[in-house]
């Protein structure tokens, strides 16, 4: 079932119409938007700014590429590019599994761009753990694991014990509870 659009969700689509025609102010436009929410799930899940840099960078440079392709009758933008960058997330976490381990050299002279974003990750961080204590504990834990491991919606309901068709539609409306809770709160 589609729910209604709302303001936000029916701007970024059309923003995602426009980048489909090659339009980068819109893409300029969706990134100011959306890069903060991304940024905050990929340091939840990959704990390396540096990297995360890196994936939110490939994930718009897919968005772009790819955004003719988007679908406003099957998913709602956010849902999408978030989508993208939990996949990019997890293909990351999968390919650093199988390369050796090695240890990162310490960075001794972190900009103060990475030291800023580093702390606006954290702060969004806080945000949406302060935006998820308020959930019910199925669905929390349901869009926790979703949200921050590599676990596939099958593996959720196998951890979870509940059938799939139940976990996808307590992360779904999680996700939009969520977005909304994230978007009425003060930045």
Request: hydrophobic letters at 45%.
């Amino acid at each position: 079932m589609h729910e209604p659009e709302n303001d936000g969700a029916v701007e970024e689509a059309a923003l995602l119409a426009r980048i489909g025609r090659g339009d980068r102010a819109a893409l300029r436009e969706l990134y100011a938007r959306q890069a903060g929410p991304l940024f905050s799930l990929a340091l939840r899940m990959v704990g390396d700014v540096g990297e995360v840099e890196e994936l939110l960078q490939d994930v718009f440079v897919k968005i772009w590429q790819h955004a003719a392709t988007y679908d406003p009758q099957l998913s709602r933008p956010f849902t999408w590019t978030f989508t993208l960058m939990r996949r990019a997330c997890i293909d990351h976490l999968r390919r650093r599994r199988r390369a050796p381990d090695r240890m990162p050299l310490p960075d001794a002279a972190a900009s103060d761009d990475v030291v800023r974003r580093a702390a606006e990750a954290a702060d969004d961080s806080a945000r949406v753990r302060d935006a998820l204590a308020d959930f019910p504990a199925d669905q929390r834990a349901a869009l926790e694991l979703a949200l921050f491991s590599p676990l596939t919606h099958g593996e959720i309901a196998r951890r979870l014990e509940q059938p799939e068709g139940t976990v996808k539609s307590w992360i779904r409306r999680g996700l939009l509870d969520l977005r909304a809770a994230l978007t009425d709160s003060p930045p």
